[in-house]
């Protein structure tokens, strides 16, 4: 059972770049493992700790102000690379539950979608505008309501922000608002597979 | 209106499709290795499932094995790591054959016993590194022949897009869908769009095919094909050997598509004829009549479409910290302000940091520390073959660490039956077992930090292949002239 997710407020962590690969969400030396475990350690290792292991003050994650964000807001193209899950274990791990981003790699929104972490797509400019804020502010919260699809950010004034709906299909949205996983689905469709593999002439 | 050659793999494989969900795909073959396969077996453990179809998966281990035995304990490895050695029995390289795992980092060696328990309690065929058949999981599926044209095959590994080359809809999954695979042999899809690149003309001397699907991804950018499956096409592509077929399709994913196709012919049927797993006799008559099948109709559309001649194209070189930044050899790192876009900007501003290299610099005449000749781009025997071609009688550079590391153990006899083992050994390069490598570093192949890698392998992230290392990719022939001459040079200088 994957934990359901309707709705969130938070405060959010800015992560001004692009193409941020999996390899730098989680660095390969911690896909040693057999379970699910320590991810959260190795989040964006390359960048959060120096290389004698000790935490590197610039990073944003290791901002205090950031502390306890539980959204990530990103450039484009989040999520690229590998297929490893591991990525995905880790940001909820660390207490991630959603990522803001206009694009992100097709593996990685599914994997996401598995885990509870919920992948929103936004226009660029908007996500921009989103950095700005919460850079300008480290206190503004961000209020994502899955059901509504939409996003708001309650302390800031209607010039800066109104409330943005995103996409995101009816499907996946009806898993993560109950937290029901796919197996699930396909082991309900077992009659339809036996049916399949019987026609099948390859 | 016809259909695409990737519809009518779709069409045939769609299970179950409820109105707003997305298909219930049907997987034909499901490969399985060490990594990404551990906590989904613990899924099915939990659940008291069992693996529906074992007949249609395998396993094999590769991404955290070493590719040699340290010679005695806590010996340095060449590119500079200590390997980790727990015994203190002394042990000579060579064979692979017979594993003393007592010697290898431990959660290694806990990766491997762990699939080898799980391929033995599920019931599941695993190519063990003990044995005659192991290697790259996308260089030993072609090899065995169990990739077919027409088929679904999915693998926990980004570059199951390698065999789209066969005409297979073929892509790479998270651990959480191997384990619906392994329980159902069916994955929720969410049908992808259709992206036609059609390359014409013919690839000059010296160019080859990694050189024609990084230019494709600089062109189009490390997320230009998001949501869409690519079909090659063209003369280019019809003249080309399936190991072509393979570098090419094995990196889609660098382009962001969710996997990359080619349309099976004679050169594909060749291939597959007389392997392990090709059907024989009559069956493979049929077989055969089944895959022509595989085509994309005159009249389909495709979502997208972009053409790129092959004849203009020089050998890439990439420069940044994602496979889009690349470069042909004869031109020079961009600069900033020559981009429109801020993003952009900033990305290679970020990249060039990292990397260590200035803008608007010449590509040609970089430094180079360490080549890595491998992975599952680049790895195959027509790979080392022309990479042996340059080393022939040459010396790596006194400054260079060169290692060659075949894809399959397959692929390693071969190349030694041909010699080519001896000629890298003679020019001072490294010959290896068979196994991922230096692509990702999870084994001690690493180069160190700070170290420029001339790769043929497919990424340049940020210390992907090792704690700051530098990824300069490149084409094996790129690579092998690299390592002769300790800088980056245009091979076609010395063909
Ligand atoms: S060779 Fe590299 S890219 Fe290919 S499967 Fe291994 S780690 Fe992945």
Same mark, same amino acid.
């Not at chain 1, 911690?30 to 379970?35: D, E, H, N, P």
């Not at chain 2, 939990?46 to 281990?61: H, I, N, W, Y």
């Not at chain 2, 491997?112 to 190519?127: D, S």
């Given at each position: 059972?994957?934990?359901?997710?309707?709705?969130?407020?938070?405060? $959010?962590?800015?992560?001004?770049?692009?193409?941020?690969?999996?390899?730098?969400?989680?660095?390969?030396?911690?896909?040693?493992?057999?379970?699910?475990?320590?991810?959260?350690?190795?989040?964006?290792?390359?960048?959060?700790?120096?290389?004698?292991?000790?935490?590197?003050?610039?990073?944003?994650?290791?901002?205090?102000?950031?502390?306890?964000?539980?959204? *990530?807001?990103?450039?484009?193209?989040?999520?690229?690379?590998?297929?490893?899950?591991?990525?995905?274990?880790?940001?909820?791990?660390?207490?991630?539950?959603?990522?803001?981003?206009?694009?992100?790699?097709?593996?990685?929104?599914?994997?996401? &979608?598995?885990?509870?972490?919920?992948?929103?797509?936004?226009?660029?400019?908007?996500?921009?505008?989103?950095?700005?804020?919460?850079?300008?502010?480290?206190?503004?919260?961000?209020?994502?309501?899955?059901?509504?699809?939409?996003?708001?950010?309650?302390?800031?004034?209607?010039?800066?922000?109104?409330?943005?709906?995103?996409?995101?299909?009816?499907?996946?949205?009806?898993?993560?608002?109950?937290?029901?996983?796919?197996?699930?689905?396909?082991?309900?469709?077992?009659?339809?597979?036996?049916?399949?593999?019987?026609?099948?002439?390859? | 209106?016809?259909?695409?050659?990737?519809?009518?793999?779709?069409?045939?494989?769609?299970?179950?499709?409820?109105?707003?969900?997305?298909?219930? &795909?049907?997987?034909?073959?499901?490969?399985?290795?060490? !990594?990404?396969?551990?906590?989904?077996?613990?899924?099915?453990?939990?659940?008291? /499932?069992?693996?529906?179809?074992?007949?249609?998966?395998?396993?094999?281990?590769?991404? +955290?094995?070493?590719?040699?035995?340290?010679?005695?304990?806590?010996?340095?490895?060449? +590119?500079?790591?200590?390997?980790?050695?727990?015994?203190?029995?002394?042990?000579?390289?060579?064979?692979?054959?017979?594993?003393?795992?007592?010697?290898?980092?431990?959660?290694?060696?806990?990766?491997?016993?762990? /699939?080898?328990?799980?391929?033995? =309690?599920?019931?599941?065929?695993?190519?063990?590194?003990?044995?005659?058949?192991?290697?790259?999981?996308?260089?030993?599926?072609?090899?065995?022949?169990?990739?077919?044209?027409?088929?679904?095959?999915?693998?926990?590994?980004?570059?199951?897009?390698?065999?789209?080359?066969?005409?297979?809809?073929?892509?790479?999954?998270?651990?959480?869908?191997?384990?619906?695979?392994?329980?159902?042999?069916?994955?929720?899809?969410?049908?992808?769009?259709?992206?036609?690149?059609?390359?014409?003309?013919?690839?000059?001397?010296?160019?080859?095919?990694?050189?024609?699907?990084?230019?494709?991804?600089?062109?189009?950018?490390?997320?230009?094909?998001?949501?869409?499956?690519?079909?090659?096409?063209?003369?280019?592509?019809?003249?080309?050997?399936?190991?072509?077929?393979?570098?090419?399709?094995?990196?889609?994913?660098?382009?962001?598509?969710?996997?990359?196709?080619?349309? %099976?012919?004679?050169?594909?049927?060749?291939?597959?004829?007389?392997? $392990?797993?090709?059907?024989?006799? =009559?069956?493979?008559?049929?077989? !055969?009549?089944?895959?022509?099948?595989?085509?994309?109709? =005159?009249?389909?559309?495709?979502?997208?479409?972009?053409?790129?001649?092959?004849?203009?194209?020089?050998?890439?070189?990439?420069?940044?910290?994602? %496979?889009?930044?690349?470069?042909? !050899?004869?031109?020079?790192? %961009?600069?900033?302000?020559?981009?429109?876009?801020?993003?952009?900007?900033?990305?290679?501003?970020?990249?060039?940091?990292?990397?260590? *290299?200035?803008?608007?610099? %010449?590509?040609?005449?970089?430094?180079?520390?360490?080549?890595?000749?491998?992975?599952?781009?680049?790895?195959?025997?027509?790979? &080392?073959? @022309?990479?042996?071609?340059?080393?022939?009688?040459?010396?790596?550079?006194?400054?260079?660490?060169?290692?060659?590391?075949?894809?399959?153990?397959?692929?390693?006899?071969? @190349?030694? $039956?041909?010699?080519?083992?001896?000629?890298?050994?003679?020019?001072?390069?490294?010959?290896?077992?068979?196994?991922?490598?230096?692509?990702?570093?999870?084994?001690?192949?690493? +180069?160190?930090?700070?170290?420029?890698?001339?790769?043929?392998?497919?990424?340049?992230?940020?210390?992907?292949?090792?704690?700051?290392?530098?990824?300069?990719?490149?084409?094996?022939?790129?690579? $092998?002239?690299?390592?002769?001459?300790?800088?980056?040079?245009?091979?076609?200088?010395?063909?």
């Amino acid at each position: 059972m994957m934990q359901p997710f309707t709705n969130l407020t938070s405060t $959010a962590l800015p992560l001004r770049a692009e193409n941020v690969d999996t390899d730098q969400i989680i660095p390969a030396r911690y896909l040693t493992a057999v379970t699910q475990a320590g991810m959260g350690d190795g989040l964006f290792s390359w960048w959060r700790y120096k290389r004698d292991g000790s935490p590197n003050p610039d990073f944003v994650l290791n901002q205090p102000q950031y502390k306890g964000a539980e959204v *990530l807001v990103a450039g484009r193209n989040f999520g690229i690379g590998s297929s490893r899950e591991h990525a995905v274990w880790a940001l909820t791990q660390y207490g991630f539950r959603a990522v803001i981003s206009p694009g992100f790699a097709d593996i990685f929104y599914n994997n996401s &979608l598995k885990n509870g972490l919920l992948p929103v797509r936004l226009p660029e400019e908007i996500v921009n505008r989103l950095l700005d804020l919460i850079e300008e502010a480290p206190q503004t919260t961000i209020s994502i309501d899955l059901e509504n699809q939409t996003i708001a950010l309650p302390s800031v004034s209607g010039e800066q922000w109104t409330a943005r709906s995103f996409d995101i299909d009816p499907f996946r949205r009806w898993c993560l608002v109950r937290g029901f996983d796919e197996l699930d689905y396909l082991l309900d469709k077992d009659k339809q597979i036996s049916d399949f593999e019987a026609s099948a002439t390859f | 209106m016809g259909k695409t050659l990737f519809e009518r793999i779709w069409d045939a494989h769609v299970v179950a499709q409820d109105e707003g969900a997305p298909a219930a &795909l049907y997987i034909d073959a499901h490969l399985v290795h060490e !990594v990404t396969s551990p906590q989904a077996f613990a899924t099915l453990r939990e659940r008291g /499932l069992s693996v529906r179809r074992p007949d249609k998966t395998f396993a094999t281990m590769d991404h +955290a094995i070493p590719t040699r035995l340290p010679t005695s304990p806590g010996e340095q490895s060449p +590119a500079g790591q200590q390997v980790k050695a727990e015994s203190g029995t002394e042990r000579g390289g060579g064979s692979l054959n017979s594993v003393d795992m007592a010697l290898w980092p431990e959660d290694a060696a806990t990766q491997v016993r762990t /699939l080898r328990q799980n391929c033995a =309690e599920f019931g599941i065929t695993l190519f063990d590194i003990e044995g005659d058949i192991q290697g790259i999981v996308h260089v030993i599926g072609p090899e065995l022949g169990i990739t077919q044209p027409g088929m679904t095959i999915v693998c926990g590994d980004s570059h199951t897009s390698t065999h789209g080359a066969f005409g297979a809809l073929a892509f790479g999954i998270g651990t959480s869908e191997v384990g619906h695979v392994l329980a159902t042999q069916c994955l929720m899809q969410k049908k992808p769009k259709t992206f036609a690149i059609n390359i014409e003309g013919a690839l000059g001397t010296g160019v080859t095919a990694k050189d024609i699907i990084l230019a494709i991804i600089a062109k189009n950018g490390a997320g230009g094909g998001v949501g869409h499956v690519f079909e090659y096409r063209g003369a280019a592509i019809r003249q080309m050997s399936m190991a072509s077929r393979m570098t090419i399709c094995n990196m889609s994913i660098e382009g962001g598509a969710r996997a990359g196709l080619i349309a %099976p012919d004679e050169t594909t049927f060749d291939y597959i004829r007389g392997r $392990a797993y090709a059907p024989t006799g =009559e069956a493979w008559e049929r077989a !055969v009549a089944h895959w022509r099948t595989f085509q994309t109709d =005159e009249d389909a559309v495709f979502d997208r479409e972009m053409t790129l001649d092959a004849s203009a194209l020089a050998p890439m070189v990439t420069y940044g910290t994602n %496979p889009g930044q690349g470069a042909p !050899v004869t031109g020079r790192v %961009p600069k900033a302000d020559d981009l429109e876009d801020e993003a952009e900007r900033r990305s290679l501003q970020n990249a060039l940091a990292y990397m260590g *290299l200035t803008e608007g610099q %010449p590509i040609e005449g970089q430094h180079v520390d360490i080549v890595f000749i491998g992975s599952c781009t680049n790895s195959r025997i027509e790979d &080392l073959r @022309a990479a042996a071609a340059i080393a022939k009688g040459r010396r790596v550079s006194a400054h260079v660490e060169a290692l060659v590391v075949p894809g399959s153990k397959a692929v390693k006899a071969q @190349a030694e $039956a041909e010699g080519l083992d001896r000629i890298f050994s003679e020019a001072g390069f490294q010959w290896r077992g068979a196994g991922c490598s230096m692509c990702l570093a999870m084994n001690d192949d690493k +180069a160190g930090e700070g170290k420029y890698v001339a790769s043929t392998s497919n990424r340049n992230f940020i210390g992907r292949q090792g704690p700051g290392s530098r990824s300069l990719l490149m084409s094996p022939i790129m690579a $092998a002239a690299a390592a002769v001459n300790g800088r980056v040079i245009d091979v076609r200088e010395i063909l």
